[in-house]
T-cell receptor, first 112, second 111 residues
């Protein structure tokens, strides 16, 4: 099936640890995105990448890092510098024909 | 003024009702518009694009008013399965990375 796969779906992290969220897509989309959603809040853009080996900061990039070594993959690392990492993380890829984006199922990160 | 504003609701309606949501946007140069649906603790899913001439998909109708800078979503004959949060999304131009999401309007359809 074509789509966007995020893993893990649920992740618990101790304070001070880095954690990496995986995002893979087989839609042949050039652009990929990471968003964060907090309860009752809108989506906020963390990072995005329009092409392999290039990415740009979004509105809330501090405490996060990404890489884009392959077109299909856009992993997000939540570092210990991120002060409030507990949230729902959504990866998306962009359809230039429809000029919109499609989401993976999301990853729930909880810091304990 | 917030970039994309929606009434958070909740809108509580009986099955079979017609319900309408509005969304306003601040950037008059915005180029494309969408409605997404998000179920509780799930990812947003594209419901429909919004075209200048208005468009319909089954029980759903979307309209754009550029002069007043708002878009609307009308749901006819509401079903229990329509219960969700509806997100208004605006692309002010340029790349898809510029998409601006509203916080959503929650709809609850009751039997």
């Amino acid at each position: 099936d074509g789509g966007i796969t995020q893993s893990p779906k649920y992740l618990f992290r101790k304070e001070g640890q880095n954690v990496t969220l995986s995002c893979e897509q087989n839609l042949n989309h050039d652009a990929m995105y990471w968003y964060r959603q907090d309860p009752g809040q809108g989506l906020r853009l963390i990072y995005y990448s329009q092409i392999v080996n290039d990415f740009q900061k979004g509105d809330i990039a501090e405490g996060y890092s990404v890489s884009r070594e392959k077109k299909e993959s856009f992993p997000l690392t939540v570092t210990s510098a991120q002060k409030n990492p507990t949230a729902f993380y959504l990866c998306a890829s962009g359809d230039t024909h429809r000029n919109t984006i499609y989401f993976g199922e999301g990853s729930w990160l909880t810091v304990v | 003024r917030k970039e994309v504003e929606q009434d958070p609701g909740p809108f509580n309606v009986p099955e079979g009702a017609t319900v309408a949501f509005n969304c306003t946007y601040s950037n008059s140069a915005s180029q494309s518009f969408f409605w997404y649906r998000q179920d509780c603790r799930k990812e947003p899913k594209l419901l429909m694009s919004v075209y200048s001439s208005g468009n319909e998909d089954g029980r759903f109708t979307a309209q754009l008013n550029r002069a007043s800078q708002y878009i609307s979503l009308l749901i006819r004959d509401s079903k229990l399965s329509d219960s969700a949060t509806y997100l208004c999304v605006v692309n002010p131009g340029g790349s898809q990375g510029n998409l601006i999401f509203g916080k959503g309007t929650k709809l609850s359809v009751k039997p």
